[in-house]
């Protein structure tokens, strides 16, 4: 039951963001236990299959790039959880809550259910490389993560845009760093 409520609030979130935030932060029955399981743990593992599979469908040598195919789909099982971790670490500093432990709560809240899409678009895109345009899509993850920041951080809306410039900021130098550590690490492994 809790299970369903989860992807509900992900669901209504797609479509309306700034009615869906007070609803997930009013849910008593969503845990950062929950959100471990049910969206940091199996998102990523959703789309490290879809990458597995997608170069299994749709390569050409497939047996020769096995360890390839392997090491691409453990690397972003990894690197996508270490991504979650680490922007709620930078998140965390712009709630105006006044305990550590819930704001560490709120900011895992916030960026777990909004990396929803970015992770279901990035599984299509892996899972059929030829619409690797769907990426685009998970950009909308940034309009949830806007949208959230006020009702759950409980910062004011005049410093909204503010927080969020100094957040994306913070995000964006994350993801440019587990990519570059993705790339080297293959580069060294001669992917």
Same mark, same amino acid.
């Given at each position: 039951?809790?299970t369903?409520?989860?992807?509900?609030?992900?669901?209504?979130?797609?479509?309306s963001?700034?009615k869906?935030?007070?609803?997930?932060?009013?849910?008593?029955?969503?845990?950062?236990?929950?959100?471990?399981? @049910? $969206? *940091?743990?199996?998102?990523?593992?959703?789309?490290?299959?879809? #990458?597995?599979?997608? =170069? %299994?469908?749709?390569?050409? +040598?497939?047996?020769?790039?096995?360890?390839?195919?392997?090491?691409?789909?453990?690397?972003?099982?990894?690197?996508?959880?270490?991504?979650?971790?680490?922007?709620?670490?930078?998140?965390?500093?712009?709630?105006?809550?006044?305990?550590?432990?819930?704001?560490?709560?709120?900011?895992f @809240? $916030? *960026?777990?259910?909004?990396?929803?899409?970015?992770?279901?678009? #990035?599984?299509?895109? =892996? %899972?059929?490389?030829?619409? +690797?345009?769907?990426?685009l899509?998970?950009?909308?993850?940034?309009?949830?993560?806007?949208?959230?920041?006020?009702?759950?951080?409980?910062?004011?809306?005049s410093?909204?845009?503010?927080?969020?410039?100094?957040?994306?900021?913070?995000?964006?130098?994350?993801?440019?760093?587990?990519?570059?550590?993705?790339?080297?690490?293959?580069?060294?492994?001669?992917?």
């Open positions: 039951m809790i369903l409520s989860i992807y509900k609030h992900i669901f209504r979130l797609l479509l963001p700034e869906e935030w007070p609803a997930i932060l009013n849910d008593t029955n969503i845990s950062n236990g929950k959100l471990n399981v @049910l $969206l *940091v743990i199996t998102l990523p593992l959703l789309m490290s299959a879809c #990458n597995f599979m997608g =170069f %299994l469908l749709f390569e050409n +040598n497939t047996a020769e790039h096995t360890n390839m195919f392997f090491f691409s789909a453990t690397a972003t099982f990894v690197l996508s959880i270490l991504s979650i971790y680490v922007s709620v670490f930078i998140v965390r500093p712009f709630a105006a809550i006044p305990t550590k432990r819930e704001r560490f709560s709120r900011a @809240l $916030l *960026v777990a259910f909004s990396c929803t899409p970015g992770f279901v678009f #990035n599984s299509i895109a =892996f %899972l059929f490389p030829v619409i +690797n345009y769907l990426t899509f998970g950009l909308y993850s940034f309009y949830i993560l806007y949208k959230g920041i006020t009702p759950i951080l409980n910062v004011p809306d410093r909204r845009s503010g927080y969020f410039t100094f957040i994306l900021i913070g995000l964006l130098s994350v993801y440019a760093i587990f990519g570059a550590i993705f790339i080297g690490t293959a580069n060294f492994l001669g992917y």
